[in-house]
């Protein structure tokens, strides 16, 4: 996820030069041609040729304190690149942290929100949580109209931190706009980490709806509609992913367990002789399908299965649960 944030953003700062941040500072020819030069050399995946470019400009950029940290500022992004393609993430945070402590004062806002923004996600990326939400706080004030991928970042950083319910606004707010899977999860999460199982249901409900295939997730569900007091939902849950063969034998039996206990009595039957067709003299499954079917009106099957359960267990009040049901039925 921190990978996958990272390279858009990365993406989306190095594409901005050449449109509003180079609008907001008047280069001179000779700055925008290596500026250029060093664009060229990444887009040719030439990296040691983007780095000794780089490196050369950010050491001695020429011009105007703006044009200078406007410069500085472009190279370190431009650079941050090559690093993390390097796996030298450490230098890469260094470099934009040395803009931020050396040129915020000349840097026009533009860039200076976009280094910040960079910084936020190396820093992320280093598990230097407290570190990158302090940071995204001070780019909140700069910003007028904070993304939803921004809300989502805060919501992310707060739950690292263990801080759920000051989390959950922002998580919500990225929500809004849009509803990946990855958001839907961390929602899933914050709402689990307050017990507020209603909540995380219907976002675990939600992102069953994205990935129907994934089978975890409808067990998950399950269990989070049932701590919900949902009980009627849960079942209808699990239902659905049995039919999908999506629940393991253990589960199939808790299933039935539940439908037997919501007097639904003929299709826990159903699932018990189910699991029965590869278990047949297992005594605990042949128990609960004879205390199924005793609960149905199904005569052959109820005697089936009592007959069955009679003559694996050999115990006698089995035989006479056997003859008391023969009794009640009228049979001689």
């Not at 950010?58 to 500022?73: C, H, I, L, N, S």
């Not at 707060?158 to 509803?179: F, G, I, T």
Request: proline share 5%; net charge negative.
């Amino acid at each position: 996820m921190k990978r996958l944030i990272l390279a858009s953003c990365l993406l989306f700062c190095l594409s901005v030069f050449t449109t509003a941040q180079a609008e907001s500072v008047a280069l001179t020819p000779s700055q925008y041609q290596q500026l250029h030069k060093i664009n060229e050399a990444l887009a040719n995946d030439a990296q040691d040729e983007a780095l000794n470019l780089g490196e050369a400009l950010f050491k001695q950029p020429q011009g105007t304190p703006e044009q200078q940290a406007f410069v500085r500022a472009f190279v370190a992004r431009a650079l941050v690149q090559v690093y993390q393609q390097q796996d030298e993430s450490k230098k890469a945070l260094a470099l934009l942290q040395k803009v931020l402590q050396e040129e915020a004062e000349q840097l026009d806002l533009p860039s200076l929100q976009a280094v910040r923004w960079l910084a936020v996600h190396l820093l992320t990326s280093d598990s230097q949580y407290q570190p990158a939400l302090k940071l995204l706080e001070t780019w909140w004030q700069d910003e007028e109209q904070p993304s939803a991928e921004a809300n989502y970042l805060r919501a992310a950083l707060l739950a690292q931190l263990e801080k759920w319910p000051a989390a959950e606004p922002w998580l919500l707010n990225a929500l809004e706009v849009r509803q990946p899977d990855s958001w839907l999860s961390l929602g899933v999460a914050i709402f689990q980490r307050q017990e507020k199982w209603a909540s995380a249901a219907e976002l675990q409900h939600k992102r069953l709806v994205l990935t129907p295939e994934k089978q975890l997730l409808w067990g998950q569900l399950a269990q989070l509609q049932l701590l919900a007091g949902q009980d009627k939902p849960a079942l209808v849950t699990l239902e659905l992913a049995q039919e999908k063969g999506y629940l393991n034998a253990r589960e199939e039996v808790q299933l039935a367990r539940r439908l037997l206990a919501d007097q639904q009595p003929l299709r826990a039957a159903t699932i018990f002789e189910a699991q029965l067709a590869n278990q047949p003299d297992n005594l605990k499954l042949n128990k609960l399908a004879a205390q199924a079917w005793l609960q149905t009106s199904n005569k052959p099957s109820t005697q089936q299965a009592l007959e069955r359960l009679a003559k694996l267990s050999q115990a006698t009040h089995d035989w006479r649960r056997l003859g008391e049901w023969h009794f009640n039925q009228g049979n001689p």
